[in-house]
C-alpha cells in the first residue's frame, strides 16, 4: 500500500525558509518521479515541483523557480522541497504526489506565510 507522509509545514514570517519532507512507502521509491503540488483556499491544486527517479531532471512552476529547491534521497524513501524566499501567496497546503498505486497523494502539510 502506497503511503506518503509529509512533515515540516508552519508559520513563517516573508523571506523566511521552511523545508518540507516527504516520507514514502509501499512501493520502489527511487523508480518513480516525485511531485510537490499546493492548495491555496479557494484555488485549484496546482504543480509545484517535480523530480525524476533519479534526480537528473527538475521541473518548477515559474512562481518559485529560484527560490524553491526539490531533491530527494533514495537511501531514505524521501524527497524533500527547500523553500527559501517565502512570500504570503506561497501560503498554502502542501501535497506529495506519486503515480504510482494509481496515483497517491498525502495528507498535506500547511504553510502559512504571514507577517
Known amino acids: 500500500q502506497v503511503q506518503l507522509v509529509e512533515s515540516g509545514g508552519g508559520l513563517v514570517q516573508p523571506g523566511g525558509s521552511l523545508r518540507l519532507s516527504c516520507a514514502a512507502s509501499?512501493?520502489?521509491?527511487?523508480?518513480?518521479?516525485m511531485s510537490w503540488y499546493r492548495q491555496a483556499p479557494g484555488k485549484e491544486r496546482e504543480l509545484v515541483a517535480h523530480?525524476?527517479?533519479?534526480?537528473?531532471?527538475?521541473i518548477y512552476a515559474d512562481s518559485v523557480k529560484g527560490r524553491f529547491t526539490i531533491s530527494r534521497d533514495n537511501a531514505k524513501n524521501t524527497v524533500y522541497l527547500q523553500m527559501n524566499s517565502l512570500k504570503l501567496e506561497d501560503s498554502a497546503v502542501y501535497y506529495c504526489?506519486?503515480?504510482?498505486?494509481?496515483?497517491?497523494w498525502g495528507q498535506g502539510t500547511q504553510v502559512t506565510v504571514s507577517s
Open positions: 509501499g512501493f520502489t521509491f527511487s523508480m518513480y518521479t
Open positions: 504526489y506519486v503515480s504510482a498505486g494509481r496515483g497517491s
Open positions: 523530480i525524476t527517479s533519479t534526480g537528473g531532471n527538475r
